[in-house]
């Protein structure tokens, strides 16, 4: 589909660019023929980098970026140097260029809008040749888009904002080693989220005590425990003290419950080979799955999304250190980038927000991460931060997670802005509660199976929500008691992330 | 105890009005629903017995109200759940499953530790009821 039949479509006609200004971004201003190799320097825009009226290819790669030029620099000047300095530029016209087909190799932004409401900010969308990329390599892919061009002088602030990953460079990836629908058949659960608990305290617990806190939880009724991200293997708790009693929880509460269950054993270690020691370890002792964290890095996770896929293991990913680049609106990588990509290496559960949540995360910007996660195909969505139509080409789905600072009192909100194919993990929610970490566990069940049971009903579950759970409660003590002790916490921050585009009411609806 | 296996297990048993609640929001959705029942809740026993095949172009939840309690008739001490299966495309598997039906008394689970080098143990789980021939488990 040509790209402007694809962008336009979908931007409110009020903010598009004026007038004016997209005259004079209207024509090619590449010097072509003999002038353009003469020695010397010469703008990016006329190097190649700006084309507008290129038609990206089906098997393009499409980039956009949020560009802050410094005061003065000219927007498409800036955005154009993106587009070399992220492909085959240098900042002098280098003669070698002629000995190559450099015109394809030649990344080219086709198209630059203002912001809306963002004085100084402008979109800058760019497109590379399927050739400029290794397949099947998501470091290669990244050393390219922002390996070189993030800390570029002319720039105030540069975002990766979203990306179009074309079906010829999404099927030389695995996708998820195991994906949502085989996770369920395994873990045998359908039809509701799963429910999934960090144990408490994060550091500090020995592992006989650890095992006690993952055994409690489990037989109260979540489907998964978690390690924290942190948790590797310390002077208080050796790794493998940890995964064996995990693994003796966790069997006890399978035998006292006739469910399956299970326990993320975070295998994030030092090395490739620690890594692969642990994970060879969990797999020994039966564990259903493994963690890693994303600080490891993307070739690390790509390899452990390898080894999953070989021996039957559920991998899930903690999205350690992810903040330090996505939150800021104005520089970074966003976080639907980090998540396309996270599909692609092939984990199979990632943290995606709560929006009720401690942390960073407004609904539509989650909900546009959330389809990103479980659709076969995202349409673009600018209301939701989504601005390309993607095609997933049947990669397995990837389960998100929501962890931080929920509760059993919010599960109607918790259903209906994340749906049911996610993990809700209640840490504090079922270790904090107040007759033990059991109880915890069951109050949350409960409340899930209720509102479940209710929306099913076809009941407005959402505005009946606290009728529900306190019905549901008459009969089951913890639940009563968690919905009284937490009937207050909310974290209502505003939010740094959110999308640019509002949906305006048109004629046509 | 009680096998908390399925959609509901934690809530009390499910009344034939809120069972033919949940059909009808599973036959609306357009999934197939389909009647199993067992003498093994083993959790890894995947495959309970079949009561016929699952109901395909179904409307009405009444029709497999009317099938389950033929089901209970048969196997009413036994475990029987519905499951739903939905045939579209990046699915194609089960969207739902509750039990609807439990033997009097469920004695659970024997978990037995193999002790192996390394302080590894082998973990084998198996049902107090199956330790008796299939047909003469509960009662």
């Given at each position: 589909m040509p790209p402007n039949e694809l962008m336009t479509t979908t931007i409110p006609t009020s903010r598009r660019t004026p007038p004016e200004e997209s005259n004079m971004n209207m024509h090619s201003m590449t010097v072509r023929g003999k002038d353009r190799y003469k020695s010397g320097v010469l703008e990016y825009k006329k190097m190649?980098?700006?084309?507008?009226d290129y038609q990206p290819k089906d098997t393009d790669i499409i980039a956009l970026f949020r560009v802050t030029p410094?005061?003065?620099?000219d927007p498409v000047e800036a955005s154009a140097a993106v587009a070399g300095e992220s492909s085959t530029a240098t900042w002098t016209v280098v003669w070698?260029?002629?000995?190559?087909a450099a015109e394809k190799y030649r990344a080219k932004c086709f198209r630059v809008d203002p912001v809306p409401n963002s004085p100084g900010q402008y979109f800058a969308y760019i497109a590379y040749d399927l050739d400029l990329f290794e397949s099947g390599s998501i470091a290669n892919l990244s050393a390219s888009i922002?390996?070189?061009?993030?800390?570029?002088?002319?720039?105030?602030a540069l975002r990766l904002e979203d990306m179009r990953l074309p079906v010829a460079y999404v099927k030389t990836f695995q996708g998820p080693a195991t994906g949502i629908v085989v996770e369920r058949e395994r873990m045998d659960k359908f039809g509701r989220p799963l429910l999934g608990a960090t144990v408490k305290?994060?550091?500090?617990?020995?592992g006989r005590n650890y095992g006690r806190v993952v055994y409690e939880a489990l037989k109260g009724g979540l489907d998964f425990t978690k390690d924290d991200?942190?948790?590797?293997?310390q002077p208080f708790m050796h790794w493998r003290e940890r995964f064996l009693y995990c693994m003796e929880a966790v069997n006890k509460a399978q035998a006292a419950s006739g469910e399956i269950k299970g326990t993320y054993l975070n295998v994030t270690a030092g090395t490739m080979e620690d890594m692969y020691e642990r994970a060879e370890f969990a797999k020994e002792l039966g564990s259903v799955i493994i963690m890693i964290d994303l600080v490891i890095g993307y070739t690390a996770i790509q390899s452990m999304a390898k080894w999953a896929r070989r021996n039957d293991m559920i991998l899930h990913l903690h999205r350690a250190g992810h903040s330090t680049y996505?939150?800021?609106?104005?520089?970074g990588v966003s976080f639907r980038v980090i998540a396309k990509w996270m599909r692609l290496a092939g984990?199979?559960?990632?943290?995606?927000?709560?929006?009720?949540?401690?942390?960073e995360g407004d609904p539509a910007t989650t909900r546009g991460y959330y389809d990103i996660c479980r659709e076969d195909y995202n349409p673009a969505r600018l209301e939701h931060g989504v601005f390309f139509d993607q095609?997933?080409?049947?990669?397995n789905k990837l389960m998100p997670v929501a962890s931080g600072?929920?509760?059993?009192?919010q599960m109607h909100q918790l259903l209906d802005h994340l749906g049911e194919d996610v993990i809700l993990q209640f840490g504090g929610g079922t270790i904090g509660h107040p007759m033990g970490i059991q109880a915890g566990a069951t109050a949350n069940r409960v409340a899930l199976e209720a509102m479940i049971l209710a929306r099913n009903e076809g009941r407005d579950y959402l505005r009946e929500g606290p009728e529900i759970l306190a019905k549901a409660a008459e009969t089951c003590t913890p639940l009563k008691s968690a919905l009284e002790v937490w009937k207050d916490v909310t974290f209502n921050y505003e939010s740094t992330d959110m999308p640019d585009y509002v949906p305006t009411p048109s004629v046509a609806m | 105890m009680r096998v908390t296996q399925g959609c509901f297990s934690f809530l009390p048993d499910l009344t034939d009005e809120q069972i033919s609640r949940q059909v009808q929001y599973c036959l609306e959705q357009g999934w197939a629903v389909n009647i199993e029942f067992t003498d093994d809740p083993h959790p890894?026993?995947?495959f309970w017995e079949m009561w016929?095949?699952?109901?395909?172009?179904?409307?009405?939840?009444a029709g497999v109200m009317m099938e389950l309690n033929e089901c209970r008739k048969v196997y009413g001490n036994s475990y029987i759940r519905l499951s739903a299966f939905d045939s579209s495309h990046g699915w194609e598997s089960v969207r739902l499953s509750f039990i609807v039906n439990r033997p009097k008394d469920e004695p659970g689970f024997r978990l037995e530790r193999h002790e192996m080098a390394g302080r590894n143990i082998r973990y084998t789980t198996s049902s107090?009821?199956?330790?008796?021939p299939e047909g003469r488990r509960y009662g």
């Open positions: 190649g980098y700006w084309e507008p410094q005061d003065g620099v070698t260029d002629r000995l190559t922002i390996g070189n061009v993030f800390g570029f002088k002319p720039l105030k305290p994060k550091l500090g617990l020995s991200e942190n948790i590797n293997s996505t939150r800021q609106r104005s520089h984990v199979d559960h990632i943290h995606a927000g709560t929006v009720v949540g401690k942390l095609h997933w080409a049947s990669l600072g929920i509760h059993a009192g | 890894r026993n995947n016929g095949l699952p109901m395909f172009d179904l409307r009405d939840a107090y009821a199956t330790d008796r």
